[in-house]
């Protein structure tokens, strides 16, 4: 059985061999690191020398979010538990991801005297995560929003359409099949890439243009002014779209029919791109390329 000494040896041992980065602060003034073991100095490049004395703020830098700082900053002043991910920079300016668990120290009398913080570097976690949401968001063929982005874009925009109108528009290529069964899917593919950039040319900064699946396009027009900036868009967007795509070294024709719709309150998403499906099917009924707007009041 270990006496009280030795187990204080073992365990000051164990944090020293730790490889999660550990730290202990004090508990007041400017909240300096008063311990750091090896695996922190590898985690931040920063020898002991550097560190001790200082609060651990000297990690961030201009990526670090304001709001994480805040966070870190409130927990410490009341002696609060914290876990966050937070933006760090190592000694040589690289930076990393750091999994911080803050934990508070208490005395006998249940005073906070100190904090202890572990450290994890999860930046492939971080990096992972963040390159999936942007294939979630993200259509592959195009680059545009998925089918994903739209729908969540245009569910923000619904919560906010008491104070700012929008509008939505269904595009549909009007002869893509004679494309791919003459040219090959190939083509078609090369056809939809060159749809996607025309598409986002003809709307205005900060409106989405994303594909829902095949020929299918879908436009968030945001912020509306008036009906007018509809009926510009939609201009717009079918005369790029007359305009001859080359393919294979040829020039092909395709066209296409949009249908726009300005929602009225409490509908739903789901409703709202069934509307401007609907104008999209009546702009192709009236004879193809053309462009149909509903409910523009």
Not at 254 to 265: D, Q, T
Not at 275 to 296: E, L, P, W
Request: aromatic share 6%.
């Amino acid at each position: 059985m270990h006496t009280p000494t030795d187990f204080s040896q073992i365990l000051t041992r164990a944090v020293h061999a730790a490889t999660n980065g550990l730290i202990v602060t004090q508990a007041d003034g400017d909240f300096p690191i008063l311990y750091c073991n090896p695996a922190f100095e590898t985690l931040t490049g920063y020898p002991a020398s550097e560190i001790l004395g200082r609060n651990c703020r000297f990690l961030q830098g201009p990526g670090t979010d304001a709001y994480t700082r805040t966070q870190m900053r409130e927990a410490l002043c009341a002696g609060l538990s914290l876990d966050v991910v937070i933006l760090n920079y190592r000694r040589d300016g690289t930076p990393f991801w750091n999994a911080l668990n803050l934990a508070p120290i208490h005395d006998e009398q249940g005073r906070v005297t100190h904090f202890v913080g572990v450290q994890t570097d999860v930046t492939d976690r971080v990096r992972l995560q963040r390159a999936l949401e942007k294939k979630i968001q993200t259509d592959d063929l195009t680059g545009l929003g998925s089918r994903a982005s739209f729908l969540e874009a245009l569910q923000l925009a619904i919560q906010h359409s008491a104070s700012s109108p929008f509008a939505v528009g269904f595009a549909d290529l009007d002869d893509f099949k004679r494309v791919n069964d003459s040219l090959g899917h190939e083509a078609g593919d090369e056809l939809l890439r060159h749809v996607a950039i025309r598409l986002r040319e003809s709307v205005r900064k900060g409106d989405l243009v994303a594909r829902l699946a095949g020929d299918e396009f879908v436009l968030l027009l945001r912020e509306l002014e008036d009906c007018s900036v509809v009926e510009a868009v939609a201009k717009r967007a079918l005369q790029a779209l007359e305009r001859p795509f080359s393919l294979k070294g040829l020039q092909v024709r395709v066209g296409a029919s949009l249908g726009f719709v300005v929602p009225s309150k409490g509908v739903s998403a789901v409703e709202v791109l069934s509307s401007a499906d609907r104008a999209m099917y009546d702009a192709k009924h009236q004879g193809k390329n053309r462009f149909v707007i509903q409910d523009c009041r």
